[in-house]
């Protein structure tokens, strides 16, 4: 590690610390040249795949368009935010865990929905409608009763 000041490459650690949460690790260091001090922090870089639309055009993942779209479908619903930060590191959980480096938009897409599901039925049929294009009232009656005897099952 380059110090900041001198700009020597000759740096030691003093004293290491890993924070509440466990992700970040913080490092006290110490030039061998000038014997100033300064603090690194380092983190985990996980790389989150692509999406590639349906137009084929990719665009960088970004956590605050999921949270946008999931609290849109769940506008004025009894859905808590803790649930919708569960969903969105699920939905995230999954997007690592596959090893892509790019997914379709529809896979996610797919992901949202299973999620949206679980928390609010109501919200599921707001989001699908939008994001299967729905064209007319039976397809939202086909979507309903598809959640509904989902909810019979159980």
């Not at 479908?73 to 480096?101: C, F, H």
């Not at 294009?133 to 099952?153: L, P």
Request: aromatic share 6%; charged share 35%; proline share 2%.
């Amino acid at each position: 590690m380059k110090c900041p000041y001198c700009h020597n490459d000759e740096t030691q650690v003093i004293d290491t610390r890993v924070s509440e949460e466990g992700n970040v690790m913080r490092r006290r260091r110490k030039c061998t040249s000038c014997d100033k001090r300064f603090t690194t922090y380092e983190r985990i870089e996980l790389a989150m795949p692509v999406i590639v639309k349906k137009n084929g055009s990719r665009s960088e993942y970004e956590t605050r368009k999921l949270r946008a779209s999931l609290m849109l479908a769940l506008r004025k619903r009894p859905v808590s935010a803790e649930a919708v930060d569960n969903a969105v590191q699920t939905i995230e959980e999954k997007l690592l865990s596959s090893g892509e480096r790019e997914i379709q938009s529809v896979q996610l897409g797919e992901l949202v929905m299973r999620e949206l599901k679980r928390l609010d039925k109501i919200a599921y049929i707001r989001f699908a409608s939008v994001y299967k294009s729905f064209e007319d009232v039976s397809e939202f009656a086909e979507a309903i009763q598809e959640v509904g005897q989902e909810r019979d099952k159980k």
